[in-house]
């Protein structure tokens, strides 16, 4: 009361500079945010064209070579002119892709497309923090990277693969409309290159999970903790049965399988934020059902 006497008639000029500074801290945030959304968007562009531009190069149109043309010449008396197949394979044309952006940030490990969306991104590999706010030139940038879980590695035969759910719809943005049946459907398929070419995945399952709720009488599944032998992959596979909104039965015999077999990255789950509370996470999983094709 004292101090409020003292002011006197500075008391309402005071509240409004405080409340100037606080709409200005917010206009800042919002142009910084949306700073790094333009540099974000330029960047996925930039990479998305380096790995179209080779993978969509010649991979082996029929050339024709004959002794007037001054090429090499395969003329046969029997067959006439003798045609040839040139420019690269889908797995030399990967290599090329996985060299060129492996150039640019090392730690790129595969491109990861998620087919009839706008999630087509690099995979990246450090600690589990580095990546949640520096993009894939390692620039800082809010939006951050998609990458694979810091304890994860090659040989498991799970995944886990993390993106921010950007109000603006990109990193894992998208993922938000897997909340909908019809939706998840309708896009099922997803594509990996891990240098080989693309290998095909199914969307199988989708799940919340709200950490917030884990007490002494109930754990959430905490599908972070990978499984790494046919035991505790058939555990795994069974709680996030028992958590997903939505199971497709039908990839059974391929989990199946991959329990058996244990096969690197048989299984990718995409990981996501999801805004009803602080610790519930969207995820969204698949089963490899095709080798890259080369």
């Known amino acids: 009361m004292k101090l409020r006497e003292q002011l006197g008639e500075k008391w309402p000029i005071i509240i ?17 945010y949306y700073s790094n959304f333009r540099e974000e968007s330029v960047l996925d562009e930039h990479l998305q064209s380096i790995r179209s531009r080779i993978m969509a190069e010649d991979s082996g149109d029929m ?11 395969m003329h046969s008396e029997d067959y006439g002119d003798v045609q040839m197949y040139s420019g690269k394979t889908t797995q030399e ?29 690099p995979i990246v590999h450090r600690d589990k923090e580095y990546y949640l706010n520096h993009d894939f030139e390692q620039k800082e940038n809010r939006h951050g990277a998609i990458f694979l879980d810091g304890s ?49 995945y199914r969307i199988y399952a989708a799940a919340l999970i709200d950490f917030s709720d884990e007490n002494d009488s109930f754990r959430p599944f905490h599908y972070e903790e990978l499984p790494l032998s ?11 049965k028992q958590y997903s909104y939505w199971y497709d039965t039908e990839c059974e015999k391929l989990l199946e399988d991959i ?13 996501t934020c999801e805004y009803g509370t602080d610790l519930q996470r969207l995820i969204v999983v698949a089963v490899r059902v095709e080798e890259a094709n080369v």
């Open 259 to 271: 329990s058996e077999t244990l096969v690197p990255r048989g299984v990718l789950v995409l990981s």
């Open 152 to 200: 994860c590695d090659a040989e498991f035969p799970v995944w886990l693969i993390h993106g921010h759910h950007m109000k603006d719809g990109t990193m894992f943005g998208g993922l938000k409309y897997f909340e909908k049946a019809d939706y998840l459907q309708e896009h099922t398929t997803l594509y990996f290159d891990a240098g080989d070419g693309d290998e095909k």
């Open 63 to 73: 050339q024709t070579y004959s002794e007037d043309s001054g090429d090499v010449q």
């Open 230 to 240: 046919s035991e505790t992959f058939s555990q795994w596979q069974n709680n996030l």
């Open 16 to 32: 409004m500079i405080i409340s100037a500074a606080l709409v200005l801290f917010a206009d800042l945030q919002l142009l910084l």
């Open 93 to 121: 044309k990967a290599k090329q892709a996985m060299t060129e952006l492996a150039a640019i940030n090392s730690d790129y490990i595969g491109w990861l497309t998620l087919e009839g969306t706008e999630i087509s991104y």
